[in-house]
């Protein structure tokens, strides 16, 4: 696996093993978007994580190593990189909605997510209506299903471009709260200074899933990385993968 920048391919397609067909010969060329930790991120000069080690399973079935893009989140709801010809599938911790389906086909729901609160401690922030009542700033992602659903309580929320974005608007005092994935939040927390610095508030269960897309029709890719999951949730590498990169395993997911 190695990243590229976002650009097109100069290779040659091909055809990767039980004749699923690549963009690039010899590769499984995911688009992403930089970071998301714990589903991609940069780690001593390589991109890792929860997606990147089940795209990785997919790779490893077709017999083709992966290679990275570092994309715009945007373009992921159009499938414009998938419909271009400069990537096989995407990968970014991406939420299965009926819109984004009419664009692009979408695997089996490899993750259950939810969205979290997360605010200054300065802030006195807690909860949703917390920012309300007390007329704070709240920010989310742009075009995720975090700033959806924020402004389907009625919030206006300073969209950030990256979720390093959203992280440095809430040091910088651009926004005293956000919604965000929860394992973003989780990893986060980690960082010793920003536990002393944020709070983790309402866990917002939402029902959502993260699926990997496809170019619409392309069936064979979509069996190939339909089958390594199920695979992985068969044999226990999926259970392995999820506690290495995200924490315990709930057991409705095991």
Wanted: a negative charge.
């Amino acid at each position: 696996m190695f990243l590229a920048a976002g650009c097109a391919s100069s290779d040659d397609g091909g055809e990767a093993a039980g004749g699923v067909p690549v963009v690039s010969k010899g590769k499984l060329t995911t688009c992403t978007h930089l970071p998301y930790p714990p589903f991609q991120f940069e780690q001593s000069g390589k991109v890792v994580g929860f997606d990147v080690a089940l795209v990785d399973l997919v790779a490893k079935n077709l017999d083709v190593e992966q290679k990275i893009l570092d994309t715009p989140f945007e373009n992921f709801k159009t499938g414009a990189f998938l419909n271009s010809g400069e990537c096989d599938l995407a990968a970014a911790g991406m939420t299965i909605t009926d819109e984004r389906k009419k664009n692009v086909d979408f695997s089996v729901p490899y993750f259950d997510a939810t969205q979290a609160l997360l605010a200054t401690k300065k802030s006195g922030v807690t909860s949703l209506a917390d920012v309300k009542s007390k007329k704070k700033k709240l920010g989310a992602q742009a075009e995720t299903t975090g700033e959806s659903y924020a402004t389907g309580q009625g919030f206006d929320p300073v969209a950030f471009e990256s979720s390093d974005a959203v992280i440095n608007g809430l040091r910088t005092g651009q926004v005293d709260a956000v919604i965000i994935d929860y394992p973003v939040v989780q990893g986060w927390l980690k960082d010793k200074k920003n536990a002393a610095e944020f709070a983790l508030g309402q866990n917002i269960e939402t029902g959502e899933q993260y699926g990997f897309s496809v170019k619409k029709g392309n069936t064979k890719l979509l069996a190939a990385i339909n089958k390594a999951i199920k695979d992985a949730r068969a044999d226990g590498t999926y259970k392995k993968l999820y506690e290495q990169w995200i924490g315990p395993l709930p057991q409705a997911q095991s």
